[in-house]
Nanobody
Framework: QVQLVESGGGLVQPGGSLKLSCAAS????????IGWFRQAPGKEREGVSC????????YYSDSVKGRFAISTDATKTTVYLQMNSLESDDTAVYYC????????????????WGQGTQVTVSS
């Protein structure tokens, strides 16, 4: 059974950085992509980045391109999201999931989600 656990959220000032982690267990060969999503209060969920575990290809939404970087550890079971130059609009609960969507598209049926980690960008 796939389990995803996010960590690393917190309060940061505008312009600051945070690194989120998504520890995954129970992944199968079918779980080739891991994506990071976020949802701010009153807004739709948005996919911001994803990575393909087999070849390391990475993808970013326009809203975070050039500021965020996704990566994995050597075992490819922990996925990181390095977030730099954070802005107030980045404030949201961040989730990792076993799907890749950029922007506000729908995920596939049966996608596994973590519990989320809060990121707050404020002075």
């Amino acid at each position: 059974q796939v389990q995803l656990v996010e960590s690393g959220g917190g309060l940061v000032q505008p312009g600051g950085s945070l690194k989120l982690s998504c520890a995954a267990s129970g992944l199968t060969l079918n779980d080739n992509v891991i994506g990071w999503f976020r949802q701010a209060p009153g807004k739709e969920r948005e996919g911001v980045s994803c990575i393909r575990r087999n070849d390391g290809n990475t993808y970013y939404s326009d809203s975070v391109k050039g500021r965020f970087a996704i990566s994995t550890d050597a075992t490819k079971t922990t996925v990181y999201l390095q977030m730099n130059s954070l802005e107030s609009d980045d404030t949201a609960v961040y989730y990792c999931a076993t799907d890749c969507v950029l922007g506000r598209g729908k995920t596939r049926p049966g996608v596994r989600w973590g519990q989320g980690t809060q990121v707050t960008v404020s002075s």
